[in-house]
């Protein structure tokens, strides 16, 4: 069964310095502003195959379908609340080679099967028999066939009492949990303030803007997950920051621990921070000074950015892995299945990589104006 983050680790290996560089070649954009087919809005996940590009389009409410040189073919899926209908969909991914699964936010506990040859389409109500969760809470979930891999999020107040660990969990089709493949460490990233009428409880959250609980990807197919343990560098000790990849049944793929330069929070960071929570027009905090001060205190734990700000898991199995923000860039680092580096880049921090092979990358981009294109990348190593 699993090895998890809290095994002994072998010695960190660098990253990303001495890492092959690729260069990412742009080859493919998709995107006309106020154009029917070809306009982008609120992308969401991207899944290619063969020649074709399926694009999560989450406000029209369907799966946009081009070839791999950017020319539309057809919509999967329609807007509505009935059978085989998207209100609110958030992820989608594979289940086998012919169909895509999409997960709907406002139809708790549904999926969306979409045959992607004819267009049929099948849903399955689907709810996780945990009840130690809150209901319907998910922060992952990915289709396999008729299991799914699961990620029950507890509520807000369990994490801000301290460490905590949250399961990922495969369940049936019936929601019934099966087994526990990894917990994953949530780390104290939000605290309480005294507010008025927002909650029963007369309290409200408030995140960290540098989370530093352990990183979840799930691999759209449901073939497995990857876990980063990306705690912040608090001035002492080794910097390093540790990547653990399990499959669908358990088994630990690898587990391995990188060293990293930190880099230091600036000056003027978290003040900008509060004086935007201090902006929130909602009216609810009850002494600004003390929320002020309260979010000071609750900020100065955090001293330099994570090592780890996203995660993706490839088709080609492997995971990426992006880096802090730092001139207006971040830096992306590659493992290989195994887990040994195999390659670095950089893109704009504002850059959504989507979908990644071993050949190519689909990122999702804003124009001067913020309107959405998605590019195809070649990678040349």
Do not use: K
Request: net charge negative; charged share 25%.
């Amino acid at each position: 069964m699993l090895c998890t983050l809290a095994c002994a680790a072998p010695a960190p290996e660098r990253a990303p310095g001495q890492v092959p560089e690729w260069t990412l070649r742009r080859s493919v954009t998709i995107g006309q502003p106020d154009h029917p087919v070809y306009g982008l809005s609120d992308v969401g996940d991207v899944l290619a195959a063969g020649d074709l590009v399926y694009i999560l389009m989450r406000q029209e409410r369907t799966i946009r379908v081009f070839t791999q040189g950017g020319e539309f073919v057809r919509d999967l899926g329609r807007g509505g609340e009935g059978p085989g209908e998207l209100a609110s969909p958030a992820m989608m991914g594979w289940r086998g080679p012919e169909t895509i699964w999409v997960s709907d936010v406002r139809l708790r506990h549904r999926f969306t099967f979409l045959d992607v040859a004819t267009g049929d389409a099948e849903t399955v109500s689907f709810r996780v028999d945990a009840t130690a969760y809150r209901e319907g809470g998910m922060t992952g979930l990915a289709g396999m066939g008729v299991r799914f891999l699961a990620a029950p999020r507890r509520s807000s107040a369990v994490s801000v009492a301290g460490t905590v660990r949250e399961p990922i969990v495969v369940a049936d089709a019936a929601g019934a949990v099966r087994d526990t493949l990894a917990l994953r460490r949530i780390d104290g990233d939000d605290f309480a303030v005294i507010t008025a009428g927002i909650r029963s409880d007369g309290r409200a959250y408030r995140s960290h803007p540098l989370p530093a609980s352990d990183m979840l990807g799930l691999a759209p197919d449901g073939s497995g997950a990857v876990i980063v343990d990306r705690r912040s560098w608090t001035g002492s000790g080794s910097a390093e920051f540790g990547v653990t990849r399990v499959d669908s049944w358990g088994d630990t793929l690898f587990h391995r621990r990188f060293a990293y330069e930190p880099l230091p929070v600036p000056a003027g960071y978290f003040d900008r921070e509060i004086e935007q929570e201090l902006e929130d027009p909602s009216g609810f905090i009850v002494d600004r000074r003390e929320y002020a001060e309260a979010l000071r205190a609750f900020y100065e734990r955090r001293r330099y950015f994570p090592p780890v700000t996203s995660v993706l898991l490839a088709a080609n199995h492997a995971t990426w892995l992006a880096g802090p923000e730092e001139g207006g860039e971040r830096g992306w680092l590659v493992l290989d299945p195994s887990g040994s580096t195999t390659g670095s880049f950089r893109l704009p921090a504002d850059s959504y990589i989507r979908f990644a092979t071993a050949t190519e990358c689909w990122v999702d981009e804003l124009d001067d104006f913020d309107i959405p294109y998605l590019v195809r990348y070649d990678i040349v190593p």
